[in-house]
């Protein structure tokens, strides 16, 4: 099973970013698939979750009514679209998922998933 993440970079503060992660050796339509982020020298932190078709959507506080995640099915892809970035949203991002759904309770948290991408830098300058 391989995630592969991309679209990172490095932007200016207000600027837009997206990523992708398209999934490959197992199905995830029917699970859950999440983006988190690391920055240095801090734990890893949730940013975002999506359920399988249908399901529903979940973020961090400090992202809401920035970053959108998605996903297409069809492609075993999600997607986090990123707005508004500012330079505390600065961190390596890791896509993450399982295949099977699971409780709220557990969705931000990282050893929720089984499968986890390398990474994608985002570096956003003030």
């Known amino acids: 099973v391989q995630l592969v993440e991309s679209g990172g970079g490095l932007v200016q503060a207000g600027d837009s970013l997206r990523l992708s992660c398209p999934a490959s050796g197992r199905t995830f339509s029917a699970g859950v698939m999440a983006w988190f982020r690391q920055a240095p020298g801090k734990e890893r932190e949730f940013v975002a979750a999506?359920?399988?078709?249908?399901?529903?959507?979940y973020y961090t506080n400090s992202v809401k009514g920035r970053f959108t995640i998605s996903r297409d099915n069809a492609k075993n892809t999600v997607y986090l679209q990123m707005n508004s970035l500012k330079p505390e949203d600065t961190a390596v991002y890791y896509c993450a998922a399982r295949v099977t759904s699971t409780i709220a309770g557990v969705i931000t948290m990282p050893r929720t998933y089984s499968y986890w991408g390398q990474g994608t830098q985002v570096t956003v300058s003030s």
């Open positions: 999506i359920r399988g078709s249908g399901g529903g959507t």
